[in-house]
């Protein structure tokens, strides 16, 4: 069973940072990504960004510049550096391991509890 652990949420005020970070438990194989969402009151989850294996990363239009994921050489580590905070970032975020399962020959995600990020005005 994987296992994901969120940490680093908080109360922040806005311009501040925030360092959110996951870890995986359990041996994992066929790593593809690790990502980071994010779903404020009353609305979707939304990508906030991903790396994957090659190291590429993608980022929401509205954290471009602002954060930065990064991944751990053990690659089922992932880190969110959140610098500049604004309200509006304000949500709780989720952290997401996608890999391959060779036995049902399909991408799986597995998903953390999620840490509360709190961005004061």
């Known amino acids: 069973q994987v296992q994901l652990v969120e940490s680093g949420g908080g109360l922040v005020q806005a311009g501040g940072s925030l360092r959110l970070s996951c870890a995986a438990s359990g041996s994992i194989f066929n790593f593809n990504a690790m990502g980071w969402y994010r779903q404020a009151p009353g609305r979707q989850r939304e990508l906030v960004a991903i790396?994957?294996?090659?190291?590429?990363?993608n980022y929401a239009d509205s954290v471009k510049g602002r954060f930065t994921i990064s991944r751990a050489n053990a690659r089922n580590t992932v880190y969110l550096q959140m610098n500049s905070l604004k309200p509006e970032d304000t949500a709780v975020y989720y952290c997401k391991l996608n890999v391959y399962a060779s036995s049902s020959r399909r991408f799986v995600d597995y998903w953390g509890q999620g840490t509360q990020v709190t961005v004061s005005s």
């Open positions: 790396i994957n294996s090659s190291a590429n990363t």
